[in-house]
Nanobody
């Protein structure tokens, strides 16, 4: 089992920044992928960014150049630095961890006001 604890969501004005953190604990496998998805009401959960254990990153087109994902392997923690936030970034952001299994965090609300 893997447990994920997220933090860092909140309310910010358009153009502002937030940083999300997700700490993983439990049976962490050496080779894994961690990252963030988001969901807005009435829409499916969509990928935001992922990072592998060898630091290969992947971003949704809508966040490229604005969001940066990074990872502290020693702490099993992944970060999402979100800059130049837009109202359309408003969503619940979910951390995920994947090896041969898939785990999700509880979600953290990000609200961007115009």
């Amino acid at each position: 089992q893997v447990q994920l604890v997220e933090s860092g969501g909140g309310l910010v004005q358009a153009g502002g920044s937030l940083r999300l953190s997700c700490a993983a604990s439990g049976s962490i496998f050496r080779f894994n992928v961690m990252g963030w998805y988001r969901r807005t009401p009435g829409k499916q959960r969509e990928l935001v960014a992922t990072i592998s254990s060898v630091s290969k990153t992947n971003y949704a087109d809508s966040v490229k150049g604005r969001f940066t994902i990074s990872k502290d392997n020693a702490k099993n923690t992944v970060y999402l630095q979100m800059n130049s936030l837009k109202p359309e970034d408003t969503a619940v952001y979910y951390c995920h961890y994947r090896d041969s299994n898939l785990y999700w965090g509880q979600g953290t609300q990000v609200t961007v006001s115009s």
